[in-house]
């Protein structure tokens, strides 16, 4: 079915889509594309885009368009893996709102997929790293743990199936609720939670507002079988490097489980927002939150930068 917002048809080979634009409004353009971090491709295909316009819901955005990428192995993979995956795609593509406007695809070695992703925003109000202020509380909607994860599914662990079944839940879930609790309640400061780690994350945050965050451990939700892997060591390259980059900026407890500590630097696929609220907007956000199925996990509050102390405390 043509939808209103082309202009043109996709099924006519155009070489590019012409979009009808909301008057009044102002453009969100993001990009992002993965390797595989689960077995099954059409999970993969719904991680991949959930994660692609996961950017447009961190600035309370809504998702318009969008646009595939992939790189495929052709010649060595069947047609039905590669249909798989676009077929997750667009089925987030379809619950995000937004309408698929094309793509590109290139034969590689290696499968990667993702999308270009139009959204629309009230150029007066929107979330961005720099809208932090001093008392604000911090919510965050997924738990932590889904690198771990990846890293432990694909070194054939014990209960893999269980595993892959934990990423694909929290991983291909869109931040359309976060999203929406930005634009309803006009949320200055949020971030999505991605490669980075929580920690590197609120970080970004911390030195863009000009302000520094208390970061509360035990209510950080982490996925219970992240944290019995993490302890066995089986932690991603990535989450190493967060941690080591990060250090230097970070206050850290004196007594703490080494494997938490771990999991707040983990790079996560596809993970939750972090919302800076007022504490007027606390109880209404976390209604929302809730009511749509999210974590609202109140993991932390914004504080006044002091030299003394570090960018994020860890408490």
């Known amino acids: 079915m043509q939808d209103d917002r082309l202009l043109n048809s996709l099924g006519d080979n155009e070489d ?14 993001t990009v992002d594309i993965l390797t595989p971090i689960v077995n099954n491709p059409y999970w993969f295909g719904q991680i991949a885009a959930a994660n692609s ?3 447009v819901y961190a600035m309370g955005g ?5 646009m595939n990428i992939v790189c495929f192995p052709i010649q060595k993979m069947g047609r039905d893996i590669l249909k798989e995956i676009l077929a997750g795609g667009m089925d987030k593509i379809k619950e995000s709102g937004a309408v698929l406007a094309g793509g ?13 992703v139009t959204g629309i925003i009230d150029p007066a109000s929107f979330a961005s790293n720099r809208g932090l202020r001093p008392g604000d509380h911090l919510l965050l ?18 209960n893999s199936d269980k595993i892959e079944k934990l990423i694909h839940t929290w991983a291909s879930r869109l931040n359309k609720a976060g999203g929406k609790v930005i634009e309803k309640l006009a949320i200055k400061g949020a971030t999505d939670i991605t490669g980075f780690g929580l920690g590197g994350h609120l970080l970004e945050l911390a030195r863009a507002s000009g302000i520094a965050i208390d970061l509360w451990l035990d209510k950080i939700p982490f996925i219970a079988e992240a944290v019995l892997l993490a302890g066995k060591g089986m932690l991603p390259g990535g989450s190493s490097a967060n941690k080591k980059f990060c250090q230097s900026l970070v206050n850290l407890p004196e007594k703490a489980d080494p494997a938490l500590i771990d999991l707040v630097f983990d790079a996560q696929t596809s993970g ?3 919302l800076s609220v007022p504490e007027s907007k606390l109880a209404h956000a976390r ?15 914004v504080v006044v930068d002091e030299p003394d102390r570090g960018k994020l405390r860890i408490i």
């Open 104 to 116: 590109h695809s290139i034969k590689d070695d290696e499968i990667k997929y993702g999308l270009s």
């Open 287 to 301: 209604d929302m939150l809730l009511e749509a199925g999210d974590l609202a996990a109140h993991i932390g509050q």
């Open 272 to 274: 939750g927002l972090v």
């Open 62 to 66: 809504e998702p318009y368009t969008a």
């Open 141 to 158: 909607t997924k738990p932590i743990g889904t690198g771990v994860l990846s890293t432990a599914l694909k070194a054939d662990v014990e």
């Open 53 to 55: 316009l996961s950017d």
């Open 16 to 29: 590019a889509a012409i979009v009808r634009f909301p008057p009044g409004k102002a453009l969100v353009q």
